[in-house]
C-alpha cells in the first residue's frame, strides 16, 4: 500500500522555473520578482537530517526530534519534521504527510510505504 501524501506549498520562479519554500518576496536563485505560489506533491528523499536535544524555542519543544531536508520528487528542496521512528537513512524515500498552516508551513515527513 503505498502511503498518501499531502501538497506542498511552493514558491515558483516564472524566470528560472526553480522552486523553493517558504515564500520569498524574490526568487532566491536568480533575484526575480516574477514569482507565483505552486503546489506540488509531496514525495521525495532525505538528502539530510538533524537530531535535536534541545529546544531553542519558547515554549520548548519535546526533544529529541528530528529535522530532515527532503529532495522533492517535483523539484526543490524542503525541510521539515521527521515523524519516522527509526533515524532516518540518506536517500530513504519519504512524504509529506502535514503542513502546519498555522506555523508558517511547517511541513512534516513520514517514510514512504
Ligand atoms: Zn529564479
Redesign the pocket.
Known sequence: MTQASVLVPMQG??????LWHTPLPS??????TD?KPVEVGGRGRVYAWTTVARSLESPPRPTPYTIVTVDLEAGGRVFGRYEGTAEPQPDEPVVCTRVDRDAQGALSFSPAR
Open positions: 520562479c516564472k524566470a528560472c522555473e526553480r526568487c532566491p536563485f536568480c533575484a526575480s514569482c
